[in-house]
């Protein structure tokens, strides 16, 4: 059986994000397990906590079949190192388990400067989303490049024949919506909900994440006669 899963911030988790894991379940036809990382070492602080950003990621996935949420990065006192988490795969599923990981094309892009990756690339396989402004028809930096040179497939298959080690670009529509933008529009009052699940708007306001403050709608006035 390949297991997946698709690890990040979800700061706060958007409609891009279920675009993504739901592209990767339909293409690997298997459940996508959604990881947030408690203390990300490649970002800055996270504008919400770990528990938050699960609990908004158990009501995104709500009614959503295939996906799930997965707290074993929440358990650890350390930095979310994704080599921590795939030996911890390793051991609770063997080291003959087909095991991969969903990532955008820009954190391709940037796997160079992760905690060991030859050995994360060669552990696991990758399966690489594109992103607006980060396509993998792009040329990759060539750290990157020499890291998946020979590893890329065009086939699920590949990925269900051996524990790890190949590289498949899933094709799904680029979605616009960047965590970044909505804490952005958030803080600056724009507009945003469109962009996350309607659940997850709710808690961010009833939480006031990010700056966000409850929005008042005034009535109609009554017609003048």
Request: no cysteine.
């Given at each position: 059986?390949?297991?997946?899963?698709?690890?990040?911030?979800?700061?706060?988790?958007?409609?891009?994000?279920?675009?993504?894991?739901?592209?990767?379940?339909?293409?690997?036809?298997?459940?996508?397990?959604?990881?947030?990382?408690?203390?990300?070492?490649?970002?800055?602080?996270?504008?919400?906590?770990?528990?938050?950003?699960?609990?908004?990621?158990?009501?995104?996935?709500?009614?959503?079949?295939?996906?799930?949420v997965?707290?074993?990065?929440?358990?650890?006192?350390?930095?979310?190192?994704?080599?921590?988490?795939?030996?911890?795969?390793?051991?609770?599923?063997?080291?003959?388990?087909?095991?991969?990981?969903?990532?955008?094309?820009?954190?391709?892009?940037?796997?160079?400067?992760?905690?060991?990756p030859?050995?994360?690339?060669?552990?696991?396989?990758?399966?690489?989303?594109?992103?607006?402004g980060?396509?993998?028809?792009?040329?990759?930096?060539?750290?990157?490049?020499?890291?998946?040179?020979?590893?890329?497939?065009?086939?699920?298959?590949?990925?269900?024949?051996?524990?790890?080690?190949?590289?498949?670009?899933?094709?799904?529509?680029l979605?616009?919506?960047?965590?970044?933008?909505?804490?952005?529009?958030?803080?600056?009052?724009?507009?945003?909900?469109?962009?996350?699940?309607?659940?997850?708007?709710?808690?961010?306001?009833?939480?006031?994440?990010?700056?966000?403050?409850?929005?008042?709608?005034?009535?109609?006035?009554?017609?003048?006669?």
């Amino acid at each position: 059986m390949l297991r997946v899963f698709y690890g990040g911030t979800f700061d706060p988790v958007h409609n891009g994000h279920l675009a993504i894991a739901r592209a990767a379940r339909d293409a690997l036809a298997t459940m996508v397990r959604l990881l947030p990382a408690a203390d990300p070492p490649h970002r800055a602080a996270p504008g919400a906590t770990a528990e938050q950003r699960a609990a908004m990621l158990d009501l995104a996935l709500e009614g959503q079949g295939g996906l799930r949420v997965d707290r074993r990065e929440l358990a650890r006192t350390t930095p979310s190192w994704t080599i921590d988490t795939l030996r911890e795969l390793r051991a609770e599923f063997g080291e003959a388990a087909p095991l991969a990981f969903v990532v955008g094309a820009d954190s391709l892009h940037g796997l160079p400067g992760w905690r060991e990756p030859q050995a994360l690339v060669a552990g696991a396989h990758w399966v690489v989303a594109e992103r607006p402004g980060s396509t993998l028809d792009e040329h990759l930096p060539p750290e990157a490049s020499r890291l998946v040179a020979g590893r890329w497939t065009r086939d699920p298959e590949d990925l269900r024949r051996s524990p790890g080690g190949r590289v498949l670009r899933l094709r799904h529509p680029l979605q616009p919506e960047s965590a970044t933008d909505i804490r952005r529009r958030i803080a600056d009052g724009e507009t945003w909900h469109h962009l996350v699940p309607p659940a997850v708007g709710r808690y961010i306001v009833e939480h006031h994440l990010y700056g966000a403050t409850p929005v008042t709608v005034r009535p109609p006035s009554a017609p003048r006669v």
